[in-house]
Structure formats: C-alpha cells, structure tokens
C-alpha cells in the first residue's frame, strides 16, 4: 500500500513538473504542432488498433521524445527517447502489446499500434512530443466495439390474441439497439426489452414482440452497433395456421419447425464463424510469436544497455608496481606495450612473473562503474578485472575459479575466459576498443563493443568474496593497450 502511494505520489510530482516546465517555455512550445485525428478512433475487440499523432514542422529526430500516456505521464503506455523505446515505468497492460511507428517520425508521423484491443483499452490517449525545447501533446479517443451473435429467435406463447415472439442476442459493446422490421424495412414497436451485461462487460439483450393474424408475419430481428453500425439479423415468416384455430399439435409442430430452422442457421453460422475465427487467431498467433520474437531481442539489447552503462565513469591509471618486467607503460601511465627484452625491474609481491599482465591502481570494493581499453593487437591481449589476492608468481589459471574475469585475443581466437572451458566469441568481430563494465553489488562484469555497439559477454553472479577488485590487462607479443578516460 506504501508502495503504490509513493508511485502515485511520484507520478503526480513529474507531472507537476513537467507541467511547470511547459508554462515556462509557452513561447517556444508554439514551434511545434502535435495533432491528432478529427474524430475518435473506432476499433473492434481483438483487431489491432492505429492510434493517429502528427507533428509539424517535421525536424531532426536524434534529440525526440515521444510518449503516450492515458490519465497520467507515469506510467506511460508507451515511451520512445533517446532513439529507443523506454520499459521503465510501463504500464503491465501494455507490456509487449504497443509499437511507434519509427519510420514515420522524419515525416513527422509518431503514430502508435496496439495489438489486441480489450474493452479495457477505451479511453482517450495522449500523444505527447518533445524536441528539444519544443513540445505540443494532443489527445486521442479510442473507442472498442464489439459484434455479438446472430439473433436468436423464438416462439414463446399465445398472448392477447397473438404469438409472442422473443429475439435474443449476447456479446455486444456498447449496447446494441434491437430492432424489429416488417418485410418493407420499416421498424415495428416492440412489447419489452431487457439487458444484462456479463463479468468482461459485454451485453446480452432480449426483445419481444407479439404478432397477429394477418399482419407483417414476415419479420426480421436485428441487432445493430451504435458505434460502426455493425448489425446481425434474423428472419421469420409465421402463416396463419399457427395461429389460435390451428390444432395445438400442428402449433407445436409449426414452432418447432420453426426453432430446429431457425437452430440450424444459427449453427450453420457458428461453424463460418468458428472456421474463420480459427483462421485470424492462427495468423495472430504467428504475428505474435514474431513479435515476442523481437521483443525479446529488444528486451536482451536494453538489459546489456542497462548493465553496460553503469552510473560512475572512472579513470583508470595503470600501476608500475604491477607490471610484468618486460612491459613498458607511458609516463602518464595510461597505455603499456610489451616489448621482447626484459627490463630491470625490482620485485615485489605485487608484481607478476613471468605472466605479462599488469593491474590498474586503484581497486573497487562497491558501486558501478565503467572504463574502455584501446587495443591495437600484435600477438593476443586480454582485458577483464581480477580479485586482489590473484596468484601472480609462477603458472597462473586464468578462471573465474580463480578470481579472473576477463575476454580478449587468445590462441588465434576471441573468447571469454570461462570455466572448465573457454566461450568462443566467433560471432563478433574482433573489436578496436572494449567497454569493460563492473557492477560490485550485483557480482557482475560485462564487456560492450564500442565499435559496433553490441554487447559481447558477461560474467554473472561472479565471487569477489568482499575483496576489492582491479582492472587487469595480459599483452601478447607486439601489442598494445591504452585505457580510456
């Protein structure tokens, strides 16, 4: 319950903000038009719906933000910033059911699909477009409807001088208009009317009316949408046997001729119904799973984003205490490259022999945060982070067991250093310049290509035990690192 009033309570806060926002600049939201249609938008159950929003003048798209939201900015229904849809703060209902037309937006179309309409999704929409610091929303009514049954019709009973005659059918939004027709199309008054409305909101209603000898038996009952004017109908004729000086069995016969007809069109309809009901729910299934598809991608790309682009960007230094004898660092100690001859160092515990590897200053015990390694490759590299108390004198295993993370070009390959055995990365190319991501709470380290922007691995649950964690570098022949910032 606290929860959901501090959601609210924070919704209301940025709406109110971005209200305040919107006063202070009045003048320059005027350089930006956002329209929607004229009209609602009308859409029946289970169709896929296009909402209309354009804006004018169209312009550069690289700093657009776009949302849709229905009686409040947060959650949203959906959100496009920063050249990619946003899933923070959606609305649960609209999850992997909305898509912008991106292609649009140079033409200055930010049209919005939702897949599936429910009667739950009526209600108007706000289309709101940011540029810069020009901004204009318009509001969107969509409209859901829903085509019942074909009317069913029944002979009741005698009644003041007649045959009462019933006309049921079910499955409607908003509430359909019965009506009863002579065979010229004219509209006949009827006796009663009722309405119910089931659990998911939809009506049923039933109608009577009561017919005499020798007056419009021929007669037809309709069921009409007052929304799209979508309607189903039913005829009947009844001769005049069936009225009260025909023999009660003839009667009986007649009603029930008249009911297994009148059940036999209805079923004959069901079964059209059903074949072609089938055949959409086959095509959006196949729709759907290629969307899901695709969402997930999606889904995977904006969780590698999140993970890959830590709140804190740190500077690496490199530190001299660390480096293996035959590697050389800069004067600012920022890039190291490995030469062939040894040089004369003093050693210490820190320092690792005869692995060329070489650690950064400065170690991390908590928090997230980011650096990016500049390769140039001569013979293998390998860039990654490793605990403190490593083993660095002698043969080393480079293992997550043993308190190294890392990816590189190793053995004529590029891979991640799992265990027992090592991932092959043949699928990305070999990048320039790496993205090494640590996030210390979580025990995760993840790798980005900055040259292709692509994610390419990352160490999950990883066991830091408590102890700080170094950025670690290992140099094959001829190569070359250099760490940014």
């Known amino acids: 319950m606290m929860l959901s009033s501090f959601h609210s309570c924070f919704s209301l806060l940025v709406f109110t903000v971005y209200g305040l926002v919107f006063q202070v600049h009045e003048l320059h939201s005027a350089q930006l038009k956002v329209m929607g249609p004229p009209g609602p938008v009308i859409v029946a159950m289970g169709e896929d719906a ?22 409040q900015l947060l959650p949203f229904v959906h959100r496009y910033k920063g050249g990619w849809d946003q899933s923070r703060d959606k609305m649960p209902e609209y999850v992997g059911r ?18 599936d309409i429910q009667l739950s999704d009526r209600g108007n929409y706000t289309c709101f477009v940011v540029n810069g610091s020009d901004y204009d929303q318009a509001v969107v009514e969509l409209q859901v409807t829903a085509s019942g049954s074909v009317p069913l019709v029944a002979l009741e009973r005698y009644q003041d001088g007649g045959i009462r005659v019933s006309c049921r059918s079910a499955g409607w939004y908003p509430r359909p208009q019965v009506l009863w027709r002579d065979p010229h199309g004219q509209h006949l008054p009827s006796l009663s009317e009722s309405v119910t409305q089931d659990q998911s909101s939809l009506f049923a209603v039933e109608s009577s009316i009561i017919l005499t000898r020798g007056t419009k038996q021929n007669v037809s009952c309709w069921a009409q949408n007052v929304l799209d004017g979508q309607e189903q109908g039913s005829a009947f004729y009844i001769s005049d046997p069936f009225f009260h000086d025909a023999h009660p069995w003839i009667i009986a016969l007649g009603i029930i001729s008249v009911a297994v007809v009148v059940l036999l069109i209805f079923a004959v309809c069901l079964f059209k119904i059903k074949g072609k009901r089938e055949e959409q729910i086959a095509r959006r299934d196949a729709a759907l799973r290629a969307r899901d598809a695709e969402i997930e991608k999606q889904a995977e790309e904006l969780v590698w984003r999140r993970y890959a682009v830590p709140m804190e960007k740190v500077k690496v230094v490199l530190d001299s205490d660390t480096a293996q004898s035959s590697l050389v660092l800069s004067d600012d100690c920022k890039s190291v490259r490995r030469e062939e001859k040894t040089l004369e160092v003093t050693d210490n515990p820190k320092r690792f022999q005869p692995w060329r590897c070489v650690l950064g200053r400065e170690g991390f015990t908590s928090g997230r945060c980011y650096w990016e390694v500049e390769v140039v490759d001569g013979g293998g590299w390998a860039v990654g982070v490793c605990r403190e108390d490593v083993k660095r004198k002698g043969e080393i295993i480079l293992k997550p067991e043993e308190g190294f993370w890392a990816v590189g070009q190793w053995e004529g390959r590029f891979q991640a250093l799992t265990s027992p055995g090592r991932t092959f990365l043949s699928e990305i190319r070999n990048p320039k310049r790496i993205h090494v991501s640590l996030c210390y709470e979580e025990r995760r380290v993840s790798f980005f290509s900055v040259d292709e922007n692509i994610p390419i691995f990352t160490f999950q649950e990883t066991s830091f035990e408590g102890k700080p964690v170094y950025p670690w570098f290992w140099l094959g022949s001829g190569t070359q690192l250099k760490v940014w910032p």
């Open 50 to 71: 296009v909402l209309p929003c354009r804006f004018s003048p169209a312009q550069s798209t690289q700093d657009m933000e776009v949302t849709w939201f229905r009686e």
């Open 98 to 115: 909305t898509e912008l037309w991106k292609d649009g937006l140079a033409k200055g179309s930010v049209n919005l699909t939702i897949f």
